[in-house]
Nanobody
Framework: QVQLVESGEGLVQAGSSLRLSCAASGGTFSRYAMGWFRQAPGKEREFVAAISWSGGELSYADSVKGRFTISRDNAKNTVYLQMNSLKPEDTAVYYC????????????????????WGQGTQVTVSS
């Protein structure tokens, strides 16, 4: 069983930056593809970014491409989401998720692929 704990929540102004972290425990972190998703009030959960085992494969939603960067530190069992040039429409609860996969290049955009989820952390961007 893998436990995921997000941190880094905040209330920031538009144009600011924020970094989210997700610490994993209870599994072999280096064999999990990791993803970030978000859910705004009244909306469905949506894909934000994903990274493969080794970090060699990255995937981003079009809405965050060029502003957000996903990375991982397998020695620290942690995945990060660096968010720059934040916009009010980025306001949401952000979730990290782990996908136990045999494919070293997998970086899925589909929430259904992921086996484990964190509790979420709130990001609020004011205009």
């Amino acid at each position: 069983q893998v436990q995921l704990v997000e941190s880094g929540e905040g209330l920031v102004q538009a144009g600011s930056s924020l970094r989210l972290s997700c610490a994993a425990s209870g599994g072999t972190f280096s064999r999990y593809a990791m993803g970030w998703f978000r859910q705004a009030p009244g909306k469905e959960r949506e894909f934000v970014a994903a990274i493969s085992w080794s970090g060699g494969e990255l995937s981003y939603a079009d809405s965050v491409k060029g502003r957000f960067t996903i990375s991982r530190d397998n020695a620290k069992n942690t995945v990060y989401l660096q968010m720059n040039s934040l916009k009010p429409e980025d306001t949401a609860v952000y979730y990290c998720a782990a996908d136990f996969t045999l494919s070293p290049r997998a970086a899925s955009r589909s929430a259904g692929t992921y086996n484990y989820w964190g509790q979420g952390t709130q990001v609020t961007v004011s205009s």
